[in-house]
């Protein structure tokens, strides 16, 4: 937790798939303070001609290296979002080769009422993680 999907197009290789991924967790690990092992990571690849990346009228360029990643995760700080955005186009940018212009960054928040990890158990709820609280996380102040 965070789930981390990749939306990107067709046709990286697979060592320039897997510093992708690296360099995110990177940033997971040191904005959002996640564990080691905490890494759930899609990357889902596209013809050109099945999606459209636009710029919402901003003016922004886009490249054949552009990036949409949808993160879901528990409620964060608004500091921590922009924090996040920031050091992910720097990290990006420096170990990819990755223009911030190609980097856009969608978050879903929810619950932990919202997550299983596995053997039909709410985890966050049971307190089986390590640093989780049981409740829901429902206060927009909650750092975790």
Not at 41 to 68: A, W
Not at 77 to 101: H, M, V, W
Request: aromatic share 8%.
């Amino acid at each position: 937790m965070p789930l981390l999907q990749f939306h990107v197009f067709a046709g990286r290789s697979d060592q320039e798939l897997a510093a992708l991924l690296d360099a995110a967790h990177r940033v997971v690990l040191d904005v959002l303070q996640a564990p080691e092992r905490d890494r759930y990571q899609i990357v889902h690849e596209y013809k050109p001609s099945h999606v459209r990346f636009e710029d919402t009228g901003l003016g922004i360029e886009r490249s054949e290296k552009f990036v949409l990643l949808q993160m879901t995760t528990r409620r964060r700080l608004t500091d921590e979002k922009t924090e996040f955005y920031r050091k992910l186009c720097a990290e990006l940018e420096q170990s990819c080769g990755i223009n911030p212009s190609d980097v856009m960054v969608s978050i879903v928040e929810n619950t932990d009422a919202d997550w299983s990890f596995g053997l039909g158990r709410p985890q966050f709820l049971t307190g089986e993680l390590q640093g989780a609280t049981q409740g829901d996380s429902a206060s927009p102040e909650r750092p975790t």
